[in-house]
């Protein structure tokens, strides 16, 4: 149940607080309602039931050794991490237990971490009823940034079984490969660009839509616009409302923030400096590359017209001697 607020009929736009920062996520994902919701409409499933294990990581930066530490030293950044243990309903109505790992991050280039934190989940054995029990696992990651060469601001990654040897696609699901492989969804916020809300799974993305902000230079609250009937987008809005209308949650928001731009002054500069790096390296590579097919088409064609003169010498040769013949015939 939401409060008095949240169960009114809502006008058609109001102002939320930016569900990409990790306060606000945090608490939306601790309200039961909204975490089936969100979960259920991208894995496609029904939720049943949820239990949560919250779990945050904060990378702080490193003194050298030799030197005291300092203000910076007290700078960090988080990918907030967020474990459900649910039960589903299959749409063949089976019920099964899954784990879900929800990992956020505004900085999608750190790997390293994402698979930290899933190989600490692959060593977890879960009590269910007193028996010890290794769960399936679904990964969702919800980036702030945008993935190279991916424009769609939400993909599936999914496994298919094949039988190799004749060729054919296997329906049939073993728990063994279950439990040690995973599907994973990726959300781009910075790619969400609804214009239109067609479906639930858009509806849901357009909160997450990195636009329509409010103050220029700020992040933390944007209009938005509600062209659904759908009340759990609605209850979800109206508690977005209501953080950014709240001002010690405001602050919050605020103050996390606040300490992003302190990061990126600190390290962005550099981070963009070795992307640059990368892509001229990447760019020069390429560029050899294609220099060097180049080169291997000229040799390529040396070779074919080498080949062709040898070919027709060859033929002379052989109109020569069938000439001699004639004659010697004669």
Known sequence: MGTKKQNEEYPKSCVIANPIY???FKKLMENERIAKFFLGTLLGENIVSLTVHPQEFTYRKKTEKGK???????????????????TIETKEGEWKKILIEVQKSWDETDVIRFRNYLAEQYRIVDRINGEEIVLPITTIYLLGGRLAGIESPCIKVERHYRDMV????????????????HDSYVIQAGRIANERYGTKLNELL????????????SEISKQYTFLSNNKDIRFIASALNEMVADPAEREEIEKEAEALRTIDALFGKTHRKQQRI????????????????????????????????EKALEEKDKQLAELMRQLNAK
């Open 166 to 181: 004749h060729g054919n696609p296997i329906h049939a699901k073993s728990p063994f490969v279950e439990k040690l492989t």
């Open 206 to 217: 357009s909160l997450f839509e990195q636009a329509h902000f409010i103050n220029q230079g």
């Open 68 to 86: 005291k530490s300092s203000d910076d030293d007290n700078i960090g950044y988080s990918i907030y991490r967020i474990d459900f243990m649910a």
């Open 22 to 24: 990790d306060t606000v």
């Open 278 to 309: 990368i892509e001229e390296q990447e760019k020069t590579i390429e560029e050899k590359d294609k220099a060097l097919g180049e080169q291997a088409k000229t040799i390529e064609e040396k070779d074919k017209t080498i080949e062709e003169k």
